[in-house]
């Protein structure tokens, strides 16, 4: 069974940083790409940023391009998204995503699994 247990999510002033976490099991995480996408409000769904644990390619939202960083600790199953220089509209719900097909991008708006959101929310 695929699980996704995300971790991190808070509230910061607006500037600030955060790192949220995802660890995964119950499937070949090296063979997958995982990342994030958020929700907030009345809004799309919006993908922030995905990895390919296979070879390391990325994908980022352009509203995050610069102040956020993912990275993936494959002997850990465990993705980890920087989040820097935040903003008020960051705020959201943050859902660790994960799949085996395609690439990153694909993953951050189509992948099948994700877990559990968690709540960030910047203050201005």
């Known amino acids: 069974e695929v699980q996704l247990q995300a971790s991190g999510g808070g509230l910061v002033q607006a500037g600030g940083s955060l790192r949220l976490s995802c660890a995964a099991s119950?499937?070949?995480?090296?063979?997958?790409?995982m990342g994030w996408f958020r929700q907030a409000p009345g809004k799309e769904r919006e993908g922030v940023a995905c990895?390919?644990?296979?070879?390391?390619?990325?994908y980022y939202g352009d509203s995050v391009w610069g102040r956020f960083t993912i990275s993936s600790d494959n002997a850990k199953n465990t993705v980890y998204l920087q989040m820097n220089s935040l903003k008020p509209e960051d705020t959201a719900v943050y859902y660790c995503?994960?799949?085996?097909?395609?690439?990153?991008?694909?993953?951050?708006?189509?992948?099948?699994?994700r877990g559990q959101g968690t709540l960030v929310t910047v203050s201005s």
């Open positions: 119950g499937f070949s995480y090296a063979y997958y790409s």
């Open positions: 990895i390919s644990a296979r070879d390391g390619s990325t």
């Open positions: 995503v994960g799949d085996s097909q395609l690439g990153p991008n694909w993953v951050c708006h189509h992948g099948r699994f």
